[in-house]
């Protein structure tokens, strides 16, 4: 029975990075699609805001605490989350599981250049890695078509698509019918991180629960993404209080 907490109108499954890797494991088994989300506490409030987003962060089969004001907030609901489970955690879980079982892999979104370079260093560390196809995030309705029948073809095990929330959510969404594959899964920016292209705060910062904090301090621009967690707060606080 799945276990999930509803916080601002999203379910969000109260799980370990552990038991996470093991519900991949079966969708790898399984026959059908499965849609991994990573909502944080931007993407909530992005949710409050937009129903059809809400909807469709709830259609996932699986969709994790990616924040630590997702965790704060879990606590406001009586049902204390035991950890965050990062959206980049969970992405290198799930390429060490495609290497271990051969399962192959498909790259959709970044910047020119970044999910080719992710492809290459993922080569570099797991050798035979099968990883089918990349694609930036760049691409009209027309070039949709071609990359959605390039999918089709390869028939990857596993797509992960970095296109920015709300986006890589409704792609994955609007797609589900038509991809051949056993996970879908939205990962932001944890795509750059992979390329190399910027770095991931230091073990302090991530056990401290700041990362927000090193990310604002790398780039003073995220100043008014980072203003949406106190915003958050306030909502789930209220929220929880008149449920």
């Given amino acids: 029975m799945r276990n999930a907490v509803e916080i601002v109108g999203v379910n969000i499954d109260n799980i370990t990075l552990t038991d996470a890797v093991i519900k991949m494991e079966g969708y790898l088994d399984g026959d059908r699609l ?29 969709v994790v605490p990616d924040g630590i004001g997702v965790v704060i907030a879990s606590k406001f609901y009586g049902e204390p989350f035991g950890e965050r489970v990062a959206g980049y955690d969970l992405m290198c879980r799930l390429i060490e599981l495609a290497y271990i079982r051969n399962k192959s892999i498909y790259f959709l979104g970044g910047r020119e250049g970044v999910a080719e370079e992710a492809a290459k260093r993922l080569r ?12 930036n995030g760049y691409f009209d309705d027309e070039e949709e078509k071609l990359i959605i029948n390039d999918i089709i073809n390869l028939k990857p ?18 797609n589900r019918h038509n991809l051949p594959s056993k996970i879908a ?17 230091p073990d ?19 100043i008014f993404r980072i203003l949406k967690l106190p915003k958050f707060i306030l909502l789930s606080l209220y929220d929880a209080k008149t449920k």
């Fill in 34 to 62: 499965n849609m991994i989300f990573t909502p944080n506490s931007e993407i909530l409030v992005d949710a409050v805001k937009n129903i059809e987003f809400a909807q469709i962060l709830n259609s996932g089969d699986l």
């Fill in 157 to 174: 095990d596993i797509v992960f698509v970095a296109l920015g929330a709300p986006r890589q959510e409704k792609w994955i969404f609007n």
């Fill in 204 to 222: 302090f910062y991530q056990k401290a629960g700041l990362e927000w904090l090193y990310r604002l301090v790398k780039d003073p621009k995220r």
């Fill in 124 to 135: 570099q560390k797991y050798k035979d890695i099968n990883i089918l196809g990349v694609h």
């Fill in 185 to 201: 899964m939205g990962v932001g920016g944890s795509i750059d991180v992979v390329a190399g292209v910027t770095k991931r705060a």
